[in-house]
């Protein structure tokens, strides 16, 4: 019991920091995570309307016809009911079909793939916005983020404009991963030779952490990045000290930085060797590799 006793006083702190995950879950400062988090709570409540009867119904039942309950009515031959079946499938049904409707528009509307059509709730994406473009790539086990417009890249470090849309594209560098900024949008996985795509925005001014949601290896739980979603000014700020950095990230630096390592610290460079990120899409960064998006060439010319 004692042993018991000094193992189970950490569960109070255990279950505050599962609390404190749960509340950016629920109370993230992005758009497009806000709405996700209010699909999560409508769809609880959706489900609780079944739930919370039956568990009260099975509580009372449990006490009323209890073995020393005597007085307790007993009728052996009461086998069916219309009136209470009619009840016990109709409920469930609404709420397949109220689930099935918010689910189905929920799922379009928060399309990953889809570009954005507001910024927050009431204001729309000027027809004039151009969203920042950010090139992710998932290396063991670490983060490298490639900004082609502004030509620089960071490793595990993020930062982007309040207000403004972020056009993700993903790809990792070997095996399958998952990225997760829980105070921006949901999880979007990674593979390698593959590009996925995440449009999401940030509305508030915040520091975060992103992080891997998805096993990837012996560095996995360490496999996290700082996320600062600031206003525009500032944001030119942190770029032009990247850009201060000095350093480059070129083919060479690339394939010497893919190499495994845990618990990266920040790097930032100042500049990024064009069509990089591409050549980490198609496999192709080592000059004897042969791109994937070459591959299929000479077969598509023997054919014609």
Known sequence: MPQLLRRTWL?????????????????PTGDVAQQQGHL?????????????PVIALTLLFAWRYRASNAGATYKPDWDHSTQLE??????????????????????????????????????????????????????DWKWLFIYPEQGIATVNELAAPVGRPIRFKLTSSSVMNAF???????MIYTMPG????????????????????NYSGAGFSDMHFAYHAVDAAAFDAWVASVRGAGQ?????????LAKPSE??????????????????????????????????????????
Do not use: F
């Not at 569960?11 to 109370?27: D, F, M, N, T």
């Not at 999560?40 to 079944?50: D, E, H």
């Not at 997760?180 to 949901?186: C, D, I, K, R, T």
């Open 180 to 186: 997760y900024v829980p105070e921006l949008a949901g």
């Open 40 to 52: 999560i709570v409508v769809a609880t409540l959706l489900m609780l309307i079944v739930i919370i």
């Open 248 to 256: 480059a990230l070129d083919r060479s630096g690339y394939l010497a």
């Open 86 to 139: 009619l009840v016990i499938w109709a409920i469930p049904l609404l709420i397949i079909i109220a689930l099935g409707a918010v689910t189905w528009i929920s799922t379009h509307t928060l399309d990953p793939y889809r570009p954005l059509d507001r910024i927050a709730e009431g204001q729309p994406v000027p027809a004039d916005a151009k969203p920042l473009e950010v090139d992710v790539v998932s290396l």
């Open 263 to 304: 618990k990266e610290p920040v790097r930032h460079y100042a500049s990024v060797d064009a069509g990089l990120y591409d050549a980490i899409l198609n496999r192709c960064v080592d000059p004897q590799q042969t791109c994937i998006n070459q591959m299929s060439m000479p077969q598509m010319t023997r054919e014609h």
């Open 194 to 213: 593959m590009q996925t795509t995440l449009n999401a925005v940030a509305n508030t001014p915040v520091e975060a952490r992103g992080m891997s949601s």
């Open 11 to 27: 569960l109070p702190l255990v279950l505050a920091l599962a609390g404190c995950s749960r509340a950016v879950v629920l109370h």
